[in-house]
Structure formats: structure tokens, C-alpha cells
């Protein structure tokens, strides 16, 4: 068996290429300029040198003969093209579905990372518990309540503020002698 010369895809390249030119603008220019010429040519010129007179046979063949061979040509290059189309389109599906994926994944990992930062310690906690530890390191002199410094209220900087004393609030009464004015009692 021989192998064949003839190659499909070189031959759907050119079909391609004649079907693009086919729907130029260019060529529907050429073609028409080609048309009124070979019309004016053979309704001008006499008639010992006419070669298609007068209702043009040989005109309509040549133009008949082109669309039977466009025809076909422009049908190979548009199933090409739908080939082509149909392969991008299992492409874009198979891209569509690892994007999706990865996208998933993602949401996942984020949603993970989300849970993971919420059950860590924050700056301010850690400092406020640094601060008060400094402070049991630097006045060694006073025991401290662990339970009762938690129960502290903090400050803008999230530092534990030392409560006062309370102080008993203050009698209307003076402690000195009775005045005369006093009611007796």
C-alpha cells in the first residue's frame, strides 16, 4: 500500500484561506470591478472582438463555476472552525472545573485560617498579661491575687489599673462640741 500525498489539514489550511479572502471586502470589490469591465467590454467593443456577448453565458459560468468550488471551501473552513470551537470549549470546561476547585480549596483553607486566628491570643491580651506578671516580678514584697487581678478593670492600653481604696463617705456630724444651736437631745 502507497502511502497518499494528499494531506487533509495542508488542504483545510488552504480552504481556509480562500474562504477567509472569499468574505473580504476586498475580493467583493475585485469581483465587482472584474464584472462592470468584462460587461462594458463586450456591450463597447465591437463585435468581431467580443468574446461573450449578450446575456454574458460565459460570464455566468465562470461566476457559477466560482460558487460551486466557494461553496464547499467555506463549508470545510467552517467545520474546521467548529472543531477547533468544540475543542476550546472542552478546554475552557476543564479549566472552569479546576478553577472551581482550587477556588473551593481556598475557601476551605481561608475558612480554616479564620478558625485557627479566632483561638489565638491577641496582642493586647498578651501584653496585659505580660504587664501584670512584670508588675508581681517587680513588687515581690506584696502577695497578689491572681483571681482578683484578672477581675481589675484595664485602661486604654489594656493595662490593669490598681484599684483604690475605698473611702467611708463622710459624716454630716462634726466630732467637736455642741453648738447652741443644737436642738437639745
Known amino acids: 500500500m502507497r502511502p497518499s500525498s494528499y494531506e487533509a489539514d495542508a488542504f ?3 480552504a481556509e484561506r480562500i474562504a477567509r479572502f472569499l468574505g473580504t471586502a476586498r475580493f467583493l470589490v475585485v469581483q465587482s470591478i472584474v464584472i462592470v469591465l468584462w460587461i462594458a ?6 463585435s468581431s472582438i467580443r468574446f461573450d456577448s449578450f ?3 460565459f460570464l455566468t459560468l465562470a461566476l457559477s463555476l466560482q460558487a ?3 461553496a464547499p471551501l467555506i463549508l470545510l473552513a467552517q467545520n474546521r472552525q467548529d472543531d477547533r ?9 476543564e479549566q472552569t472545573v479546576r478553577t472551581r476547585e482550587d477556588t473551593e480549596y481556598l475557601a476551605r483553607e481561608v475558612a480554616a485560617m ?4 479566632g483561638e489565638l491570643a491577641t496582642r493586647d491580651f498578651l501584653r496585659s498579661e505580660l504587664r501584670g506578671l512584670l508588675i508581681e516580678l517587680d513588687l515581690p514584697e506584696r502577695p497578689r491575687n491572681r483571681k482578683r487581678d484578672r477581675d481589675r478593670p ?3 492600653n489594656g493595662d490593669r489599673r490598681e484599684q483604690r481604696p475605698r473611702q467611708e463617705p ?3 456630724a462634726h466630732p467637736g462640741p455642741p453648738s447652741e444651736h443644737a436642738p437639745p437631745g
Open 68 to 70: 460551486a468550488y466557494a
Open 85 to 93: 470551537d468544540r475543542a476550546n470549549l472542552a478546554q475552557d470546561r
Open 55 to 57: 446575456p454574458f453565458i
Open 114 to 117: 479564620r478558625i485557627t486566628i
Open 154 to 156: 484595664r485602661d486604654r
Open 41 to 46: 467590454y463586450n456591450i463597447a467593443a465591437p
Open 170 to 172: 463622710a459624716s454630716h
Open 12 to 14: 483545510g489550511r488552504i
